[in-house]
């Protein structure tokens, strides 16, 4: 359900679509909804979004926000990342209420996985 003032969409940058795709269904299991050459909507990534064709890449160093997901199974989500082809930018590391790490996608765009810890 919309609500006013929150959230509603996420729309992240991706060099190249197809491989986007591929890499986030092998990966994570989405889906998506082709809309012409240029953009794909998500499906089953827990947030309405979309990928559209750029040249730029989304990072926290370059100041773009980080999209964080969850894993119930950290160690299992940074095996299907690498074997997705998937990039690891940090390994597991512990935070103050949990542990993740951070990957790039195809197009080079970082993303960080989470867990509580056990």
Do not use: C
């Amino acid at each position: 359900m919309n609500q006013n003032g929150k959230i509603n969409y996420v729309e992240i940058p991706s060099r190249d679509i197809d491989a986007t795709k591929r890499f986030f269904k092998a990966a994570f299991g989405w889906s998506f909804v082709d809309y012409g050459p240029d953009y794909v909507a998500l499906e089953g990534a827990g947030l309405d979004g979309g990928f559209f064709k750029s040249d730029q890449v989304a990072t926290p160093a370059n100041g773009s926000v980080l999209v964080v997901l969850y894993s119930d199974a950290l160690t299992d989500t940074l095996a299907q990342v690498k074997a997705a082809g998937g990039t690891i930018v940090q390994d597991i590391f512990e935070f103050p209420g949990g542990r993740r790490f951070h990957f790039a996608d195809p197009s080079g765009n970082e993303f960080a996985v989470w867990s509580e810890i056990p």
